[in-house]
């Protein structure tokens, strides 16, 4: 049985010459996408995986964090059930599949996805129920990240933010590791809760799931326990159109040669928003992860 530092991958650093030149910026890329699994979900979910005492683990997932923990649940010999909506990406669908998971899918519009989780754990007595962001072993595991980003000597380091594990997480590294770094959250416009939230000093949520293109980023609100540190450790959250967000995937995609999912383009959507406030700074673009549906890639990529 590994570890988590055993475990996981480094995260892969990226200088694109064409990029940076192309914004006149200081850019480098921690790509999350040669990750296990493709994401950085993997840091959490094997953690959690390894930590809790059960031998059964219920989620519910977008997708990314449904996979890691299905792998990483395979890789431990537990069982896993991972709750999705029906809109999530095909790919990601199957991949929880593949890895020996139990897939149940949902119509949020008819039932929310914790909701369901709440129904299935009343089956499930023996179960741990995990959330794939606001759980202290999610924010640990993505904490590991933090420790890696700590040392590289960043103005700025950009995050996606959707319920806040990884941002959290990445704080929580940063912190005890004394690093002085900027951090800052990059939101889809479409559901700007954790903004509203900074904005206001408390959790605001969504009233309803939102259909942004970034679809690891639907959620109704920040967790607790990630609020917690945000409050404290991020300086600013970014809105991002969709626009930008499928500007980012296929810059990405043109300039990097990285195939990046539109919720890992987030960082680099928030570049584009305004890239005059990052002038003459060392930045760090987290890209979350890279599973998109072809199709999906394809439709975005001939905008």
């Known amino acids: 049985m590994k570890t988590l530092l055993e475990a996981?991958?480094?995260?892969?650093?990226?200088?694109?010459?064409?990029?940076?030149?192309?914004?006149?910026?200081?850019?480098?890329?921690?790509?999350?996408?040669?990750?296990?699994?493709?994401?950085?979900?993997?840091r959490a979910a094997y953690n959690l995986a390894l930590n809790a005492p059960n031998d059964e683990i219920l989620t519910a997932s977008s997708g990314n964090f449904g996979q890691a923990l299905a792998y990483a649940c395979?890789?431990?010999?537990?069982?896993?059930?991972?709750?999705?909506?029906?809109?999530?990406?095909?790919?990601?669908?199957e991949a929880v599949i593949s890895y020996g998971a139990t897939v149940d899918l949902v119509d949020t519009k008819k039932v929310g996805r914790n909701e369901r989780v709440k129904q299935l754990a009343e089956q499930m007595p023996d179960c741990y129920v995990a959330s794939a962001y606001d759980d202290e072993f999610v924010i640990e595991?993505?904490?590991?990240?933090?420790?890696?980003?700590?040392?590289?000597?960043?103005?700025?380091?950009?995050?996606?933010?959707?319920?806040?594990?990884?941002?959290?997480?990445?704080?929580k590294g940063l912190c005890r590791n004394s690093s002085n770094t900027r951090l800052i959250g990059a939101e889809p416009l479409l559901g700007n809760d954790a903004f509203r939230s900074l904005q206001a000093g408390k959790i605001i949520a969504n009233e309803t799931e939102p259909m942004t293109i970034a679809d690891g980023a639907r959620t109704i609100s920040l967790g607790n326990l990630n609020w917690e540190i945000i409050k404290n450790g991020v300086a600013e959250i970014i809105e991002v159109s969709d626009e930008r967000i499928a500007q980012a995937v296929k810059l990405y995609f043109s300039?990097?040669?990285?195939?990046?999912?539109?919720?890992?383009?987030?960082?680099?959507?928030?570049?584009?928003?305004?890239?005059?406030?990052?002038?003459?700074?060392?930045?760090?673009?987290?890209?979350?992860?890279?599973?998109?549906d072809a199709d999906v890639y394809r439709q975005i990529l001939k905008i």
């Open 8 to 42: 996981i991958r480094p995260t892969t650093f990226i200088e694109s010459q064409k990029l940076r030149d192309f914004l006149g910026l200081d850019l480098t890329i921690a790509t999350e996408t040669f990750q296990h699994t493709g994401s950085f979900k993997f």
């Open 74 to 93: 395979q890789l431990l010999n537990k069982k896993c059930v991972v709750v999705m909506p029906e809109t999530s990406a095909k790919v990601k669908i």
């Open 141 to 171: 595991g993505n904490s590991t990240l933090g420790d890696e980003l700590s040392d590289k000597n960043f103005d700025v380091i950009i995050s996606p933010i959707g319920g806040g594990g990884l941002i959290s997480g990445i704080s």
């Open 255 to 292: 300039l990097a040669n990285l195939k990046c999912e539109p919720t890992g383009a987030l960082t680099l959507g928030a570049i584009l928003e305004n890239k005059n406030n990052f002038k003459d700074k060392r930045i760090c673009l987290i890209v979350s992860g890279g599973n998109i």
